[in-house]
């Protein structure tokens, strides 16, 4: 299917955990993310990971999900080189989501 798909990358406010994602509402995600924070029956509300610093856009989900695979085979400091090519300090990037 063609569509609007996201592979995330979402960290704890201190920065210390890394979450990889995929999804077709961005939007919505991160609100449930946020709602499940502290929540101990998933990894990214465990782990309070619902600030978002990195996103790709797919148009099928079959390439969303082999980058999200991807990127979750890489070690950490290749996830961090990733992130910092776009967005090198860390900058929150829920509000540009959220409200544009």
Known sequence: MIGNYFIYITTNPAKEVLYIGVTND???RLLQH???RGQKD???GRY???KLIY???YLTIEDAIDREKQLKRWSRKKKEWLIN???PKWKFLNREVMFG
Do not use: Q
């Open 26 to 28: 961005l939007h919505t």
């Open 34 to 36: 946020f709602e499940n």
């Open 42 to 44: 998933s990894f990214a």
């Open 48 to 50: 309070y990971c619902y």
């Open 55 to 57: 996103f790709e856009r």
């Open 85 to 87: 090519k776009v967005n």
